[in-house]
């Protein structure tokens, strides 16, 4: 019964799409329909078929034996705060960014990760009818996260249509950068976090051209080529990438006890009316409608509704931490689906962030209206990642 409420979910959540579609005459439904049944095919290979197992398991030995590397750094400088018993989160799953930022970095220094961008980005526009952009800035999106995307593609979106503009926008909210997946495999299932990615990408591309659809010429189908400025020397540029790894450890450090803080606060207010009252389970009351239909008994499906919401209000790692010493208390399937709902940047700070970055590159007429979709954002980000912990799901009870 319940894989049948799981696939029923899928469909419920393309119709939430379509029920605040823009534009419900432009889908193109027959494109959709080909990226649903192509990434419910990726969630079989990589979660279900042995050779697509394996290959995720290599990757997430690579990542492991970085993170193992990053160590022996953080190690020297910190002896007596790592490879111990109960190791702090910052030292566990924060300080391994000190490599994997800089290591991202180098390889676009020497134009390794933009050619790989590019070539990933044409297959996938081939693959689902997109426009070129828009599929290039899904790829571009895995690999740098969207603030850094959205800044490398400035000036193409100074050119674009305001509809063209709100469709990335729509996507920036699903995505994650691939300097943040060694943080993810310290605090999640490796399996869950390396299928995510991919069908967030796919799924991205899915709910935006429903809520959005935008007919593209193809006179406007391009993609410009990015003025090459000048490269600072090597050494220069890695002490500014180490330095702004650096800085992201502190921004997610002081998130992390900023957000807990305030729903403690929160917490603690609530109390005042009520013993039970709290900010999860009002959370959880909203959001249980949304996670059993994603296969889940009542019970678990308002435990799950309480860490979604969580994440949408806070972020991913107030959640990833919560649940990390109390996971193998979860059914097989309450893992899937959740670990994969928490892999993506959808949260309300989140589209602080975006709408920020819009602000420095587009007139602020463009911007300003962006920024009367704030809840398509939202109700973009919330549907992606419903979607992808749905197709994960089918797989694994």
């Known amino acids: 019964m319940y894989l049948i409420i799981n696939i029923l979910g899928i469909f419920a959540f393309i119709g939430i799409a379509f029920l605040f579609s823009k534009d419900k005459k432009k889908i193109n439904w027959k494109s959709t329909g080909i990226l649903v049944l192509f990434n419910a095919f990726l969630a079989w290979l990589?979660?279900?078929?042995?050779?697509?197992?394996?290959?995720?398991?290599?990757?997430?030995?690579?990542?492991?034996?970085?993170?193992?590397?990053?160590?022996?750094?953080?190690?020297?400088?910190?002896?007596?705060?790592?490879?111990?018993?109960?190791?702090?989160?910052?030292?566990?799953?924060?300080?391994?960014?000190?490599?994997v930022v800089p290591l991202f970095d180098i390889l676009t220094y020497f134009g390794v990760l933009p050619?790989?961008?590019?070539?990933?980005?044409?297959?996938?526009?081939?693959?689902?009818?997109?426009?070129?952009?828009?599929?290039f800035y899904a790829i571009e999106m895995m690999f740098l996260g969207n603030t850094e995307a959205l800044a490398v593609s400035s000036g193409q979106l100074k050119s674009m249509s305001q509809e063209r503009l709100l469709t990335v926008s729509l996507m920036s909210m699903s995505c994650v950068s691939a300097a943040m997946i060694g943080v993810y495999i310290q605090m999640l299932p490796a399996q869950f976090v390396l299928t995510a990615i991919p069908l967030n990408i796919i799924n991205a591309i899915?709910?935006?051209?429903?809520?959005?659809?935008?007919?593209?010429?193809?006179?406007?189908?391009?993609?410009?080529?990015?003025?090459?400025?000048?490269?600072?020397?090597?050494?220069?540029?890695?002490?500014?990438?180490?330095?702004?790894?650096?800085k992201l450890i502190l921004i997610i450090t002081a998130m992390l006890i900023s957000f807990v803080a305030l729903a403690a606060l929160i917490d603690k207010v609530l109390h005042l009316f009520a013993p039970w009252l709290s900010l999860s389970n009002i959370l959880g009351v909203i959001i249980t409608p949304f996670s059993f239909l994603l296969g889940l008994p009542i019970g678990d499906a308002f435990q799950t509704a309480q860490y979604m919401g969580t994440k949408l209000v806070t972020n991913e790692f107030v959640v990833m931490a919560d649940i990390m010493p109390i996971m193998d208390s979860f059914s097989p399937h309450m893992m899937a689906v959740l670990c994969t709902f928490l892999v993506s940047f959808a949260n309300f700070s989140t589209i602080g962030m975006i709408l920020g970055c819009f602000n420095g590159i587009v007139k602020k007429e463009?911007?300003?209206?962006l920024s009367k979709?704030?809840?398509?954002?939202?109700?973009?980000?919330?549907?992606?990642?419903?979607?992808?912990?749905?197709?994960?799901?089918?797989?694994?009870w």
Do not use: H, Y
Request: contains cysteine; aromatic residues 12%; negative net charge.
């Open 366 to 369: 463009q911007a300003d209206n």
């Open 115 to 135: 050619k790989i961008i590019k070539g990933l980005g044409w297959g996938l526009s081939k693959l689902t009818g997109q426009p070129k952009f828009e599929a």
């Open 206 to 246: 899915i709910i935006t051209s429903i809520l959005n659809p935008v007919v593209v010429t193809k006179e406007e189908d391009v993609i410009f080529e990015m003025n090459k400025e000048e490269k600072p020397p090597f050494f220069s540029f890695l002490g500014d990438s180490i330095l702004g790894a650096g």
């Open 46 to 99: 990589l979660i279900a078929f042995p050779l697509g197992r394996w290959c995720v398991e290599q990757v997430a030995l690579g990542f492991s034996w970085l993170i193992g590397t990053a160590f022996e750094g953080v190690g020297f400088a910190f002896a007596s705060m790592v490879n111990v018993e109960n190791m702090d989160m910052v030292f566990s799953a924060l300080m391994p960014i000190l490599l």
């Open 373 to 396: 979709n704030v809840w398509m954002m939202i109700l973009s980000g919330t549907l992606v990642s419903l979607l992808s912990a749905a197709m994960v799901g089918l797989f694994v």
